[in-house]
């Protein structure tokens, strides 16, 4: 009978697993994870099957796929969400010797471990003569009105700092932090990261909030008018004695109900893997998450900084919080 | 039992399948998070309304300007080289909204060429921006109504095209103007059909997501997302899809009330239309009127992303025949098995005397205005319950633990596009059987009882054009669908529309060209067969 | 009032219709009559000024509004059309519909005509109804308040029971008469049904072969066709085979079934211009034979065979073979009842003796 439904269903169902494979979701898009699944797979022989796509979504399909998921291994690109698969229980307990990293990095329980992190700073012109702030958290002064770019409260990475410096600074500090920012936007928010930047070039605004790799992005790009306007950037890091600047990290999880659970480690293993590590910078310009791997010359171009310290966990769960907060304070 | 029952249970099985993850969607509202809802009404839901309202409202106007033009122009005038413009008025519609955003961005960026170039001729520094940016509101609407004016443009020129010139002789004889004759006869007796595609239109620009996440605008649709996303709260992004459904339900409503008296606005008259013959300046001007809507919805982001393409990007090309092969594959199977649902729910609902079955028609057409990832959630919960029931159904029968059949399947993403797209082809059908007079079956039942054999030696060679055109403009709509994709399909599973997103959702515009470019280029021969298949009808 | 000189209608050069002479009288109504695609419509097009003709010219009421100087357009020409298929807006009431050719007029002006035509139609109480709400009959009573609303010198009317049920149409077009009568509006009306024309016309142009065959009056068309086509296209008959002979100083045709003397019976011949063609002795000639013509005669010698027959009430229409094997009609008497196969004597009784 067994064999019956088999025959009846190969054709329609989707791929069946065997034992030399491991299925990844991953909210990271393909450009970022594919290179190194094929490096895996040359490596080891094991099959990686993957689906890209909107985080929330991939989280929503393995939540109603339940038990018969074949979804070993979830990639999420920022901590809200590895947070939230937690929290749904769509994760298991990483049952391996994890290399060091510090310990951010790792779940409490071992439920996602780190695999890269972001920086999110400010930006500026070069050689202009601006006052410089000494944190993000100052760029809220008044002095600064219409000379911030800054995109949508939409995006996770503001959603994430504000969650990080409601943690760290309280709701209220945060709350009129957040009011500033939005006061002090030059332009309605709109466009990406690379956005501001270009627009903060064009003279727009004074400075621009944006991720440090969107920055190495273009100063690596094949568009010479990219790495034009990205030689022009200077970056104000946030110092250590005001916090340090905030991070945000992509990271792994493996899932519940993991039909190929081996493999899934072992991939998990691989990704953690110092050269591995070094891929990352070297291509998407974010930082390791072990120490003493290599940065890429154009990492090391943009300096070394002073990090936050932040608990994921509690970040992410006040990812929900912290838009609310923007909701408040009019930053759209 | 007779064969047509058959098709009646087929058909009410079917529709309820469909139908379902419009109410695990619609269902969220009985379990309100009111705190949510407060903080919404307090903070943005104004804001996403009036976004919404005025997107809908100014895609729509914009759409019907460019479309109801360019359609009177070419119904009633005769023209040099009128077979050209024919074609090219329709190839926008290859062009998907998200993709015409991104490039347009790109074309007038700060650091783009042609910004260059302005600079360089007036000779300003390099610091000045003087090209507008265009991520706003009225941007989205500009962008929206240059791919979406072909649906009106479709429609008005069908009706145009049926009022006869001796209309046009009672308003000459009356000493009208020509002017006065197009606002008080030609356009308000093609309202309907204007309306109807302004509808098309805001329904359209309703479900959008892409354009106006990247330009910033906090629509409806967006606000599902961010309060999916950002606040992970599944049940009031579903509550607020429900509103966005009703808010559609309101614009269908409107829709069908102006066509409340239709029978105001059909003329029977024998339809003797010539055009009129334009030849000097009249046919310069007629030229530049009817080049301008493709020229920007088409030709120069077309141009620029070729450009790109072909000169700047570094994308792989590895795989990209996988790619092409995935997305033709996925948009011929949906085409031909949404089509083929249509002709059986507008069979059914033309067989069956009572109302029931247009109704549920129109209910399985609201999937059209849902923007395609709460489709898509309605469906991944659809699934995951059904092969969860079957597994434990097998597993305490049969001792077998199938896994996940449907889900993570191809056969998943078919039924997401036919919950979105069977508007598409349920409209051609429809309209394709309206057009066949019931005296027809009458005849031809009388002659053979058969209604299988009605159907397949009278209705389907009748329906033949409407059949080609629904099966053409729902491959176009697959071919450039995304988000329901993204999240549905199978492992190891990509198609062009994908590839295009990632890489411009990265903010790597100029790399995601190629895809964008081929998504363009594959849409372009169903477009011209559409073409082609109208022209034949029209004469 | 209407004048037609020497119109040349048609395109590229090429004439597809010409009117020598055509005088239409005010207050008269003239019908122009003949077969699909003879340019009927075309020539009301040309008088209305939406299309033009190649030359000629056109006067309306002593003025010219066509010649080779003059091409007064359309709406300076006052004349009011009704279009073949109505072509009633279907969007507007019957009211905005009559008031769509009143926009030169002040509102209350404007108001008090409207409910003056629809009152001469007998509309009054449909004012704020749609075409669709109305029968056949009274959206073309619409289509004519719509034309007569802004007082035209004249009133032209493309095929206007085309789109009615044809029981209604012969009530209607006396109908019809009877209001523009009435109202002594003059109207050319374009009609491919001789019946409906005979029921409304005081003159009939008949327009064949490229050209206007012939304008008088139903009676002189019937009794006086100036040629054969018009002589088949008005009204049943068909023609015998005749030969001229001389007897007794007089001219003679030698028929079949008589020997009719053309002085005789020629009288009818002399009311019309009609010029009698010059007879002359052992020519051929085709004889017009009306069904009239041929009675219902028992005692006669000419014996005939019923070849069809066709009930009419009070008369029966029979098809008959004669000797020489030619047919003719015969509008019996219904009491005179054969079945096809018969025979029975007739006999040759013509009135108006027309020959060519």
């Known amino acids: 009978m067994a064999s019956v439904f088999t025959i009846l269903f190969a054709g329609l169902s989707a791929a069946q697993s065997f034992a030399a494979e491991v299925n990844v979701y991953s909210g990271r898009q393909e450009a970022l994870i594919k290179p190194l699944l094929d490096k895996f797979t040359a490596q080891t022989g094991v099959k990686v099957n993957l689906v890209t796509g909107k985080a929330d979504a991939l989280i929503s399909r393995a939540a109603s796929e339940g038990e018969f998921s074949q979804v070993d291994l979830l990639v999420m690109a920022d901590a809200g969400r590895l947070v939230r698969a937690k929290n749904m229980r769509l994760t298991q307990a990483i049952g391996l010797d994890l290399p060091a990293l510090s310990s951010s990095f790792i779940d409490e329980e071992k439920h996602w471990v780190a695999l890269t992190t972001r920086a999110r700073t400010v930006m500026y012109k070069k050689g202009s003569d601006v006052v410089l702030p000494e944190s993000m958290l100052a760029l809220a002064d008044k002095k600064y009105a219409g000379q911030i770019c800054v995109r949508s409260s939409s995006n996770i990475y503001n959603q994430s700092m504000t969650a990080a410096m409601m943690l760290d600074k309280g709701d209220e500090v945060t709350s009129k932090w957040a009011k500033g920012i939005a006061e002090n936007m030059a332009r309605k928010p709109k466009g990406g990261d690379r956005d501001q930047i270009k627009a903060m070039i064009a003279g727009e605004c004074q400075f621009a909030i944006a991720n440090t790799y969107y920055l190495g992005g273009m100063l690596t790009s094949s568009d010479e008018s990219q790495r034009e306007i990205a030689e022009q950037v200077a970056i104000a890091w946030t110092p250590k004695s005001e916090g340090g600047t905030h991070i945000n990290i992509s990271g792994v999880s493996i899932a519940k109900h993991a039909p190929n659970k081996a493999a899934a480690e072992q991939l998990l293993t691989f990704m953690l893997a110092e050269e591995q590590q070094a891929w990352y910078a070297e291509v998407n310009q974010e930082y390791p998450v072990i120490d003493g791997v290599n940065w890429s010359k154009t990492l090391e171009r943009l300096g070394r900084f002073d990090a936050q310290s932040v608990n994921f966990n509690d970040m992410g769960r006040l990812n929900g919080d912290a838009l609310k907060l923007m909701d408040k304070a009019g930053w759209q | ?539 | 009032m209407l004048t037609i000189q020497n119109l040349n209608l048609g395109y590229d050069n090429k004439t597809v219709l010409r009117i020598d002479d055509l005088q239409l009288n005010k207050g008269d109504i003239g019908c122009v009559l003949g077969p699909s695609g003879s340019g009927k419509s075309s020539f009301l097009h040309v008088v209305s000024g939406i299309n033009s003709p190649m030359s000629g010219s056109i006067h309306l009421n002593q003025r010219i509004v066509f010649d080779a100087e003059v091409n007064v357009p359309a709406s300076d020409r006052a004349v009011g059309m009704v279009f073949q298929d109505l072509c009633l807006f279907p969007h507007m009431t019957v009211a905005q519909n009559v008031a769509y050719g009143l926009h030169s007029i002040v509102k209350a002006a404007r108001d008090s005509r409207i409910e003056e035509v629809l009152s001469l139609v007998e509309l009054s109480d449909f004012a704020s109804r749609f075409p669709y709400e109305l029968s056949g009959g009274q959206q073309q009573r619409v289509a004519i308040a719509r034309a007569l609303a802004p007082r035209p010198e004249i009133l032209l009317m493309d095929e206007p029971f085309s789109s009615l049920d044809p029981s209604l149409r012969e009530q209607l077009a006396s109908d019809l008469r009877v209001l523009l009568k009435k109202l002594g509006i003059t109207a050319l009306i374009v009609t491919h049904d001789q019946q409906e024309a005979f029921a409304m016309a005081d003159k009939i142009a008949v327009f064949a072969d490229g050209k206007c065959q012939q304008w008088g009056s139903a009676y002189d068309l019937y009794h006086t066709p100036v040629n054969q086509d018009v002589a088949t296209f008005i009204g049943e008959g068909t023609f015998l085979k005749g030969q001229v002979v001389e007897k007794d100083g007089n001219l003679y045709i030698s028929t079949a079934l008589a020997e009719l003397n053309t002085q005789e019976v020629t009288t009818a011949n002399t009311i019309d211009a009609r010029e009698t063609p010059k007879l002359s002795i052992g020519e051929t000639v085709s004889v017009l034979v009306r069904p009239d013509d041929i009675l219902h005669r028992d005692k006669s010698a000419h014996k005939a065979t019923v070849v069809n027959r066709q009930f009419r009430g009070a008369h029966i229409m029979y098809t008959l073979a004669i000797s020489n094997g030619d047919e003719v009609l015969c509008l019996a008497p219904s009491h005179h009842d054969h079945q096809i196969g018969e025979a029975f004597g007739i006999s040759l009784d013509v009135q108006h003796l027309i020959y060519f």
Not at chain 2, 309 to 329: M, R
Not at chain 2, 371 to 381: F, N
Request: aromatic share 12%.
């Open chain 2, 1 to 539: 039992m007779n064969g047509f029952n058959w098709i009646k249970i087929f058909a009410v099985i079917f529709a309820s399948i469909l139908i379902l993850p419009l109410f695990s969607v619609l269902f969220s509202v009985f379990s309100p998070d009111l705190d949510t809802w407060q903080h919404l009404i307090d903070t943005v839901l104004v804001d996403y309304i009036t976004n919404s309202v005025v997107l809908a409202l100014g895609s729509a106007t914009g759409a019907i300007l460019l479309g109801t033009t360019t359609g009177y122009v070419m119904a009633n005038y005769q023209f040099a080289a009128k077979a050209i413009l024919q074609i090219v008025l329709l190839l926008p519609l290859a062009m998907p909204a998200y993709i015409i955003a991104y490039t347009y961005t790109g074309l007038m960026d700060f650091g783009s060429p042609l910004h260059q170039l302005i600079r360089d001729v007036f000779s300003l520094p390099s610091t000045v921006s003087v090209l507008p940016d265009i991520r706003h509101l009225s941007g989205a609407v500009v962008m929206m109504s240059l791919v979406l004016y072909p649906y009106v443009y479709l429609l008005s020129y069908a009706a145009f095209k049926s009022q006869p010139d001796a209309l046009q002789n009672v308003s000459t004889l009356a000493g009208k103007s020509s002017l006065s004759h197009i606002f008080n006869v030609a356009l308000p007796m093609a309202r309907p059909a204007i309306l109807t595609g302004g509808a098309l239109v805001m329904m359209e620009a309703l479900a959008d997501y892409g354009t106006v996440a990247y330009f910033g605008v906090n629509t409806f649709s967006a606000g599902i997302y961010r309060t999916w996303f950002g606040m992970g709260n599944r049940e009031v992004a579903a509550q607020l899809a429900s509103a966005l459904c009703l808010f559609v339900f309101l614009v269908l409503i409107l829709e069908k009330y102006s066509r409340k008296d239709a029978r105001r606005y059909v003329n029977n008259l024998a339809n003797k239309k010539t055009t009129r013959e334009v030849t000097g300046k009249g046919l310069v001007f007629i030229w530049l009127l009817c080049l301008l809507p493709p020229l920007f919805g088409f030709f120069i982001p077309s141009i620029q992303l070729l450009y790109w393409a072909v000169f700047t990007s570094e994308a792989d090309t590895q795989g990209f025949s996988n790619l092409l092969g995935n997305t033709l594959y996925l948009s011929a199977l949906a085409a031909f098995i949404i089509v083929a649902l249509a002709l059986m729910f507008s069979y059914v609902a033309r067989m069956t005397s009572a109302n029931h079955f247009s109704r549920l028609n129109q209910l399985l057409s609201l999937g059209y205005a849902l923007p395609g990832l709460v489709i898509a959630v309605g469906v991944i919960s659809i699934s995951g319950w059904a092969d969860r029931q079957f597994n434990m159904f097998t597993i305490s029968w049969f001792d077998f633990r199938p896994g996940l059949i449907i889900s993570g399947s191809i056969t998943i993403l078919l039924f997401a596009y036919s919950v979105r797209y069977l508007s598409v082809a349920l409209q051609n059908t429809e309209n394709g059987f309206a057009r066949i007079s019931l005296q027809t079956d009458a005849a031809a039942l009388n002659l053979n009882p058969s209604r299988w054999h009605l159907l397949s030696r009278i209705h389907l060679p009748l329906l033949r054009p409407s059949i080609l055109s629904a099966m053409l403009l729902v491959f176009v709509d697959v071919l450039k669908e995304l988000p329901a994709t993204l999240v549905l399909r199978p492992f190891n599973f990509n198609t062009l529309a994908v590839r295009a997103y990632e890489l411009a959702s990265d903010e790597r515009l100029i790399d995601a060209a190629l895809p964008a470019i081929a998504i363009v280029g594959v849409g372009l021969l169903p477009v011209c067969l559409l073409i082609y298949q109208l022209e034949r009808r029209s004469t």
